[in-house]
């Protein structure tokens, strides 16, 4: 069972930036594409941005510019920066894997963007 590991959600202030990880427990070389996607109160879940194994990446597009989605092979680790925050990027933010018809889900972490 793949396990997949989210950390560095918090609050930050309209402006501010934070650090998203996800650490998956095999090689993220198993996967062909690894993302991050966002649900906030009310609204569905919305893919922000994804990577796949050659290392291309698509972004949503209100986080273009301003996010960052990035691979650590060596720690099996899939990082999001974001800078300059928004008050509508609040929302659990959660990881994602695919391998082949395997789809994996973290357990999601907040980000509140609030002043």
């Known amino acids: 069972q793949v396990q997949l590991v989210e950390s560095g959600g918090g609050l930050v202030q309209p402006g501010g930036s934070l650090r998203l990880s996800c650490a998956a427990s095999r090689s993220i070389f198993s996967f062909n594409v690894m993302g991050w996607y966002r649900q906030a109160p009310g609204k569905e879940r919305e893919l922000v941005a994804r990577?796949?194994?050659?290392?291309?990446?698509i972004y949503l597009g209100s986080v273009k510019g301003r996010f960052t989605i990035s691979r650590d092979n060596s720690k099996n680790t899939v990082l999001l920066q974001m800078n300059s925050l928004k008050l509508e990027d609040t929302a659990v933010y959660y990881c994602?894997?695919?391998?082949?018809?395997?789809?994996?889900w973290g357990q999601g972490t907040q980000v509140t963007v609030s002043s």
């Open positions: 994602n894997a695919g391998a082949g018809f395997n789809d994996y």
């Open positions: 990577i796949t194994s050659d290392s291309s990446t």
